[in-house]
């Protein structure tokens, strides 16, 4: 029997307030697109427009969010998820309101440019698969000798300017060690990258061990 009869009590208000969102909760760290995508297929989910994982600071929350074309298909697709699950781990699925998006604007120099913060479904990008989030990296490192550390990757300008932007910081936050977004020409750019940066150290002939990076898709 369907456990959530609250949901039946609930539609009427959800309806009214015209909800076209859920959000999956629990979600293993390691699931991707391909597995939520998978997921709807699966469950025979309707109306389902787009599906995005949550991130903070572009680190995957364990949420993700499932956008419906319509209030109608709510209801039967909350129903559908009552009992799903990803990567044999149970999930929770509940009604929504819409996410915000994780970045902004700030000046500097007299000029505007983009703040990643990476929080929120996509980590508040709109290129998908196409960016990647590299950690480890020294704390005051300039974004310019990331892109000249990565010279033998393919990189498209991430704010317009940049090929590399860092990902900052809440304020009044130090760190040892800083993060950076690039967007490589291409998604099997981006892999490529991902799998040859991935664990290595950050100039060990210089500082040893010190700097084990880390390198992630953002989807």
């Known amino acids: 029997m369907f456990k959530s009869t609250a949901i039946r009590r609930m539609l009427p208000r959800l309806v009214d307030e015209g909800r076209t969102h859920i959000q999956l909760r629990e979600l293993p760290r390691s699931a991707l697109l391909t597995d939520l995508r998978r997921l ?17 600071r572009f680190l995957p929350t364990g949420r993700a969010y499932l956008t419906l074309a319509d209030t109608k298909h709510l209801y039967k697709n909350l129903q559908a998820l009552d009992k799903a699950s ?53 704390g ?10 990565l010279r033998d990757f393919r990189l498209d300008n991430v704010d317009g300017k940049n090929g590399a ?33 991935h664990m290595t150290y950050y100039e060990p002939e210089h500082w040893g061990r010190r700097y084990q990076l880390r390198a992630r898709v953002v989807y």
């Not at 109306?47 to 991130?55: E, F, N, P, Q, S």
């Not at 910081?169 to 690039?182: E, G, I």
Request: hydrophobic share 35%.
């Open 40 to 56: 709807c297929i699966r469950d025979q989910l309707l109306g389902v427009t787009d599906v995005a994982i949550d991130y903070h």
């Open 86 to 138: 990803v990567g044999s781990l149970p999930i929770r699925a509940l009604s929504a309101p819409p996410p915000r998006s994780g970045h902004g604007q700030v000046g500097r120099t007299g000029t505007q440019r983009k703040i990643f913060s990476g929080n929120g479904p996509h980590g508040g990008i709109s290129s998908r698969m196409k960016h990647v989030v590299i950690w480890g990296l020294p």
């Open 140 to 149: 005051k490192i300039s974004e310019e000798a990331v892109e000249n550390y």
């Open 165 to 197: 932007v860092k990902v900052e910081l809440a304020t009044n936050t130090f760190s040892l060690y800083s993060r950076h977004l690039v967007r490589p020409t291409s998604t099997a750019e981006a892999h490529r990258l991902v799998r040859q940066l």
